[in-house]
């Protein structure tokens, strides 16, 4: 399959072949089914499957727009709706979408939502109202995306990763994560905390700051933050994150965001 699509991803005109296009049909069924994977974890790193990610861009173009009817609600697009969730044992409340092409695993909550082709929502994970899970992304276990949480998708360019939020973290509301950051192992992001490529993640936890960028280290407790920066206009301030401490292994995810909030004296 992977031969395949490379081939057809360089030359376009076998998007009219039907053995190419029962192909791609084949990779989007073995997504929306958990079988494939546009990211896969290899101990402690990620790689990016970036043919699969190939094909579900490729998956567009030999699709035709239909209208979807769900009771009274009308929808006009290229993809499906997700269906059989009785039997995939996933729950889902009313407004809740996933399209065909996301796989969703059994034990998953889906409160009014929405989750994109090519995402990975692991089991026992809590997708709660108005958090979006783009496309390509990818989604552990018990992990909880609290209300409003986006997680960005990424289907070009081919190389970049997909956001990854690793088994048992916990999102807070409004949060934003995006351009393939990573969270690590029951990370605790505190609500509102906004993390690109290139924002600022600092640990603040012992004497002398340390910077890093792109990924929270596992069990970490971050709260948003800001520093000064300076421009031809004048100084201001920019945004960031803090890890502010560490999650106890004795400790419930939303007890150890409340515990570092207290310790330092900030709310969020």
């Not at 069924?29 to 490729?58: F, H």
């Not at 997708?127 to 609290?146: E, F, K, P, Y």
């Not at 905390?193 to 603040?204: A, H, N, P, Q, Y």
């Not at 990924?215 to 970490?220: H, K, L, M």
């Amino acid at each position: 399959m992977k031969e395949i699509i490379e081939k057809a991803w360089l030359n376009r005109e076998l998007l009219k072949d039907q053995s190419t296009i029962k192909v791609i049909e084949e990779v989007i069924e073995g997504i929306d089914k958990g079988r494939i994977r546009v990211a896969e974890s290899k101990g402690d790193d990620w790689i990016v499957n970036e043919w699969v990610k190939k094909a579900v861009v490729m998956y567009f173009p030999i699709r035709q727009m239909e209208t979807i009817e769900v009771g009274p609600f009308e929808f006009h697009d290229k993809m499906a709706l997700k269906t059989n969730y009785k039997e995939l044992g996933v729950r889902v409340v009313p407004h809740a979408i996933a399209r065909y092409g996301a796989y969703v695993a059994a034990g998953v909550i889906m409160m009014p939502s929405y989750v994109n082709i090519g995402a990975y929502v692991d089991s026992g994970t809590m997708v709660d109202t108005w958090a979006t899970v783009g496309s390509c992304a990818q989604i552990g276990r018990d992990v909880h995306l609290s209300g409003g949480v986006g997680i960005g998708g990424v289907l070009e360019p081919l190389q970049a990763a997909p956001v990854i939020v690793e088994d048992g973290a916990f999102i807070g509301s409004r949060c934003i994560v995006v351009e393939g950051v990573r969270v690590g192992k029951e990370a605790v992001l505190g609500a509102n905390v906004v993390l690109t490529k290139s924002t600022k993640i600092i640990d603040v936890t012992g004497n002398e700051p340390k910077e890093i960028r792109g990924y929270v280290p596992e069990r970490s407790v971050v709260i948003p933050g800001s520093y000064t920066k300076k421009f031809p206009a004048g100084d201001y301030q920019v945004p960031c994150a803090l890890i502010i401490g560490l999650r106890k292994a004795s400790t419930d995810l939303k007890t150890s965001l409340n515990d570092a909030l207290r310790t330092h004296n900030v709310a969020v």
